[in-house]
């Protein structure tokens, strides 16, 4: 059922002790409020409101470069100029937009983990029961810090009441809570906003009011329990973003195990939202996969590798390597300990090995730069070898230049390519040579200082030391 999603992320966050806003704080490679623009999305909300306040401008341009899938309408921004509590965030909104209509979801911009079927299914009941709120609540272990929801006899919400305007006998007593997520139906949202007062113990417009406003005018107020407490974690500290990223990254280990996926020590293994991987990959311990990365199926990945906004072939192996905005195809073996940056692209049967580090190129089919080298800005054919030790001399301190490698072409070890340069294809460089003019193809280059050998000057020059001692 479409609706209108609103989510409150304009606290300060004191308890996080950072410079930036709360909510923008990260689990696993995403912000906190991404997670819950995300699942309003996947839950049916064709319109999202992030309500900003601190840090505002961090929020707004995390969203602004964040690319949205075909059919997402873009996120929405009001700005709470003044937090003065939940209650007045939404009023703020309304002010905004000129009011509401239909379903409108409120929920807190810190609280990650809660699954799109949840919020879907607290829609719909509310539909059903066609109520003015209906209230996600669950049972935590420890309600510390929670608003309590109280129930008449017949099980009907009467009341929140948030945990430090509490008695000590309800804090012991009320152990149903509030998830800071509700339901509300849009006309009557925005026709009581106004009726909330600020007479609390902070001195805030409290959104849970309007339960006891609802109810004192005959309105019915409904209850979703969430189906486990853990989705409705909310973060006000480290130690608590911590707590949510490892359900987080558990959670989505288990769907990639069951999808096909292995991995050795789950816990040790960290994907993003944004992440495919492919049937029969296995995904080794000190593994991490974030942004728009997508592998392949029949891979090992790790351990001890790093892939971001990568793409990865089928086939492939990437052994304690770090691959960013960067792609491989299939049957590609990296590492260990190579680093592939800056939009490099290896072709099928293509090889990236020991301490090798791949900038913006292009390594052709079956072409190898087995260990020990640079290659950057650089296009190469396929079935080159390049030796050990080798660098493409790229930046002269202010512009990058080219160089182009044709197909067949041997590089001998602790080559300099100095750009621009190009060498044709079926061409050989002997080791030891600093290039600096174009090779012909079919050629062989080298550029090497004359050796100069004197015969026995090592012997007397050892003598000399030990008579010096």
Same mark, same amino acid.
């Given at each position: ?272 939202? =944004? @992440?495919?991987? *492919?049937?029969?990959?296995? %995904?080794?311990?000190? #593994?991490? !996969? ?5 592998? &392949? /199926? ?32 299939? =049957? @590609?073996?990296? *590492?260990?300990?190579?680093? %592939?940056?800056?939009? #490099?692209? !290896? ?5 990236? &090995? /020991? ?115």
């Amino acid at each position: 059922m479409p609706f209108t999603a609103i989510v409150l992320a304009a606290g300060e966050g004191t308890r996080m002790k950072s410079r930036h806003p709360k909510v923008m704080h990260k689990v696993l490679d995403k912000p906190l409020v991404w997670w819950c623009v995300r699942a309003a999305r996947k839950a049916g909300a064709t319109r999202v409101i992030v309500v900003v306040g601190n840090g505002a401008d961090e929020v707004r341009d995390f969203f602004a470069q964040e690319p949205t899938s075909e059919g997402e309408t873009p996120v929405e921004f009001v700005e709470q100029a003044e937090r003065l509590g939940t209650g007045h965030a939404v009023r703020v909104v309304r002010d905004a937009i000129g009011g509401f209509s239909g379903p409108v979801l409120v929920m807190a911009g810190d609280t990650p983990l809660i699954k799109p079927e949840t919020l879907a299914a607290l829609v719909e009941e509310r539909k059903a029961q066609h109520a003015a709120c209906t209230v996600l609540t669950m049972t935590p272990d420890d309600c510390t810090g929670y608003g309590r929801v109280v129930l008449d006899e017949q099980g009907q919400v009467t009341a929140i009441i948030e945990h430090k305007d509490c008695t000590p006998e309800q804090q012991a007593t009320l152990k149903e809570c509030n998830s800071a997520t509700y339901c509300f139906c849009g006309h009557r949202l925005a026709d009581n906003l106004d009726k909330i007062g600020n007479d609390n113990a902070q001195g805030e417009y409290y959104l849970p009011d309007l339960i006891k406003i609802f109810v004192s005018e005959g309105e019915p107020v409904g209850m979703h329990h969430a189906p486990e407490a853990s989705e409705v974690l909310g973060v006000n500290n480290r130690a608590q973003l911590a707590e949510v990223t490892k359900v987080m990254q558990r959670r989505i280990n288990h769907e990639l195990m069951l999808s096909g996926v292995s991995m050795l020590d789950p816990d040790q293994v960290w994907v993003g939202a =944004d @992440v495919t991987v *492919g049937e029969d990959t296995v %995904l080794m311990p000190q #593994t991490i !996969l974030f942004g728009r990365t997508t592998v &392949g /199926t029949d891979c090992t990945i790790g351990p001890n590798s790093r892939l971001t906004n990568a793409t990865v072939g089928n086939g492939c192996t990437v052994d304690e390597s770090i691959l960013v905005d960067s792609a491989i195809d299939d =049957d @590609v073996n990296c *590492g260990p300990r190579a680093y %592939l940056r800056g939009h #490099t692209h !290896l072709l099928k049967g293509a090889k990236a &090995g /020991t301490h090798v580090e791949l900038k913006n190129s292009v390594v052709g089919e079956g072409s190898k730069v087995p260990h020990l080298s640079y290659i950057g800005d650089c296009t190469m054919g396929a079935n080159v070898n390049i030796g050990g030790g080798s660098i493409t001399c790229n930046y002269d301190g202010k512009h990058k230049s080219h160089t182009t490698i044709g197909d067949h072409v041997f590089v001998g070890s602790d080559t300099m390519m100095v750009a621009p340069v190009t060498i044709g294809e079926n061409a050989l460089v002997g080791a030891s040579s600093c290039i600096t003019h174009d090779v012909p193809a079919g050629a062989l280059s080298l550029e090497r200082s004359q050796q100069i050998i004197k015969e026995d000057w090592a012997n007397r020059y050892w003598e000399r030391l030990k008579e010096e001692d």
